[in-house]
């Protein structure tokens, strides 16, 4: 059982910034994956960035340049610092990860917290 829970979000100004924050807790192994996805009403989920347990990173093209990743392992948290917002940024923005043991393989999704990018 793994617990993500996210904070940071709120309403922004469009061109502002702000920084969203995950903390997981549970039985949760070294070596894990950390990602953050996002969901616009009428819209499928999809990725903004992701960080690998050995702290490579992808993001989406329509982030790239304004978001940054990053991961703090000894408090099992991932960060995503995104400037310069727009109002096409607004959406509920979840935290997931994942990870295999040598039985299983796990994915685990936080709550979801909203960002409103908005005048």
């Not at 993500?4 to 039985?27: H, K």
């Not at 953050?36 to 009403?41: G, L, N």
Request: net charge positive; aromatic share 10%; hydrophobic share 30%.
């Amino acid at each position: 059982q793994v617990q993500l829970v996210e904070s940071g979000g709120g309403l922004v100004q469009p061109g502002g910034s702000l920084r969203l924050s995950c903390a997981a807790s549970g039985s949760i192994s070294s070596g894990y994956n950390m990602g953050w996805y996002r969901q616009a009403p009428g819209k499928q989920r999809e990725l903004v960035a992701r960080i690998t347990s050995g702290g490579r990173t992808n993001y989406a093209d329509s982030v790239k340049g304004r978001a940054t990743i990053s991961r703090d392992n000894a408090k099992n948290t991932v960060y995503l610092q995104m400037n310069s917002l727009k109002p096409e940024d607004t959406a509920v923005y979840y935290c997931n990860t994942d990870f295999i043991t040598a039985w299983q393989s796990y994915i685990y999704w936080g709550q979801g917290t909203q960002v409103t990018v908005s005048s």
